[in-house]
């Protein structure tokens, strides 16, 4: 991927179909074996295909953002407030996170997840959850490796009538604001001033 160009955009217009097409197309491999056929088969339809670009492109719930590889839509994400289950308005969720299967491992998912949580820390979340199907491993490490905590509650999602899904996991939500330093106790030395800055470097390559 060196020798492309990869940028994050929020999602508006076409955006909606080609993002429905890649969540098609990596349902069929990355639940190969988990979830009957037919659903990612039904996914693929292009009528399934409008209308899911419909409801995403107007339902007010979520915001979603493309991955645009050389001009070319290749993942997508969407975020917003927790709409189910214990509702915070601390809590923000990733609700979608889906790169097309040619371009997994060359980092379109971390950049993806960088644009989710960094969407929801400009919103005034202050914790991020998911949720995973169990049995899905490859997600599952993604996710973690995102430092997402491991696993904890078991519970079906909103909206979905796979009985696969009613063991999804919701992983344990990732704090988006590092934790407040507590006060240094009533009498204690000031802090010491960081050391003054060394010389700075010079780019060789300009001489």
């Given at each position: ?25 990596s349902w069929r491999v990355a639940y190969e074996g988990l979830v009957p056929r037919s659903y990612p088969d039904a996914m693929a339809d292009e009528s399934s295909i409008r209308a899911w670009a419909q409801r995403a492109s107007t339902s007010g719930v979520s915001r979603h953002h493309v991955a645009v590889l050389d001009s070319v839509v290749v ?133």
């Open positions: 991927m060196s020798a492309s160009t990869l940028h994050m955009r929020a999602a508006g217009g076409d955006d909606f179909i080609a993002a429905a097409r890649v969540r098609a197309r993942g997508f994400t969407g975020v917003g407030e927790r709409t189910h289950h214990r509702r915070s308005q601390d809590v923000g969720e990733v609700f979608a996170l889906y790169t097309d299967p040619s371009v997994w491992g060359v980092g379109v998912g971390r950049a993806l997840m960088q644009a989710a949580l960094g969407d929801l820390r400009a919103h005034n979340y202050r914790h991020a959850c998911l949720w995973v199907l169990v049995g899905n491993a490859r997600p599952i490490k993604f996710y973690e490796s995102a430092a997402f905590p491991a696993p904890g509650e078991r519970a079906p999602p909103p909206a979905c009538d796979l009985p696969q899904f009613s063991n999804a996991l919701r992983l344990t939500p990732r704090p988006l604001t590092p934790p407040r330093r507590p006060p240094p106790p009533a009498g204690s030395p000031p802090p010491r001033p960081p050391p003054p800055p060394g010389p700075r470097s010079r780019d060789l390559r300009a001489r």
